[in-house]
């Protein structure tokens, strides 16, 4: 089984391609946040615990994350692989994924890192408030979600090179360019 994670800050093109690379190599795709919205659109207990939080851009705790996860991966127990969007965002989340997976035997395959600089994501986040009306892209929870990815997502990146998982990849240009890209550092591993 590949576990891919597309690792990067709001705005760096992780949903765009890890539809695209799910796509390709017949991966499920699991966007942490797609669960998320959809429990709060259909007005579920979870969805009510979370509303308030993801509206303010805010981190919602990693012990809903770990429930989330857990029961993601049992109902998937046969697929050939998973592309991670959004998930791990903590460290207690990478630690608890790493036992997650370690309990079924298997581990995370490589971490793929989009890097985009600030004032791009700030544009690409207003642009998309615009074309999908997300109540979270607003300026003020923008930057409230970059302070929690500096905050709280961002050492990830320190875990993931000890553990030479990472490799990153230059989040701007076409989204073809960057797909091709990835592909290649899923394929070379
Ligand atoms: P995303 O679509 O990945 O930008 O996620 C939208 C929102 O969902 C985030 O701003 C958080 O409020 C919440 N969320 C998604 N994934 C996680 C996660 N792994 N840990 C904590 N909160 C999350």
């Not at 690379?21 to 998320?36: F, R």
């Not at 109902?75 to 036992?99: C, E, I, M, S, Y």
């Not at 090179?161 to 797909?179: A, N, Y």
Request: with cysteine; aromatic share 6%; charged share 30%.
């Amino acid at each position: 089984m590949y576990n891919l994670i597309l690792f990067g800050p709001p705005g760096a093109g992780k949903g765009t391609q890890a539809v695209k690379i799910a796509e390709k190599y017949n991966w499920i795709h699991i966007s942490t946040g797609d669960i998320l919205r959809a429990e709060v659109n259909q007005g579920t207990a979870l969805g009510l615990k979370v509303k308030a939080i993801m509206e303010a851009g805010q981190l919602v705790s990693d012990e809903l994350l770990v429930e989330i996860m857990e029961s993601v991966f049992v109902r998937h127990a046969l697929v050939k692989g998973f592309v991670l969007d959004g998930f791990p965002r903590t460290l207690n989340q990478a630690k608890a994924l790493d036992k997650m997976l370690e309990k079924l035997g298997k581990k995370v395959t490589l971490v793929l890192s989009l890097d985009v600089d600030e004032e791009e994501l700030v544009k690409r986040l207003l642009k998309r408030a615009q074309d999908q009306g997300r109540k979270d892209d607003t300026e003020e929870v923008i930057k409230n979600r970059l302070i929690q990815y500096h905050q709280h997502t961002k050492p990830l990146i320190d875990y993931y090179r000890e553990q030479k998982l990472l490799k990153e990849v230059i989040g701007v240009g076409s989204v073809d360019d960057i797909f091709t890209t990835l592909c290649l550092a899923i394929d070379a591993n």
